[in-house]
Nanobody, 119 residues
């Protein structure tokens, strides 16, 4: 089991920056994948960025070059640095952990943090 708590959301003008944090309740060193998803009103939840335990990063095309995901295993925390924000980045951002143990996949979600980008 792992609990995830997001922070860092808020209201920002277009072109601004925010950094989201996701604090885990236990070590994330062995967790296979950590990521950020977002859900805009009336839309499905979508992957924004993810990073594996080996440091391989994956981004949605819409955020490439603007967002950076990183994980600090010593602090059990994953970050999402968001620059050059656009109104279409508005949504609830959820932290996600994907853990594979003995062939069984476990998925964990945080409660979400609201990001609102005004034009």
């Amino acid at each position: 089991q792992v609990q995830l708590v997001e922070s860092g959301g808020g209201l920002v003008q277009a072109g601004g920056s925010l950094r989201l944090s996701c604090a885990a309740s236990r070590s994330i060193f062995s967790i296979n994948g950590m990521g950020w998803y977002r859900q805009a009103p009336g839309k499905q939840r979508e992957l924004v960025a993810a990073v594996t335990s080996g440091g391989i990063r994956n981004y949605a095309d819409s955020v490439k070059g603007r967002f950076t995901i990183s994980r600090d295993n010593a602090k059990n925390t994953v970050y999402l640095q968001m620059n050059s924000l656009k109104p279409e980045d508005t949504g609830v951002y959820y932290c996600n952990a994907e853990d594979l143990r003995y062939g069984v996949r476990y998925t964990y979600w945080g409660q979400g943090t609201q990001v609102t980008v005004s034009s």
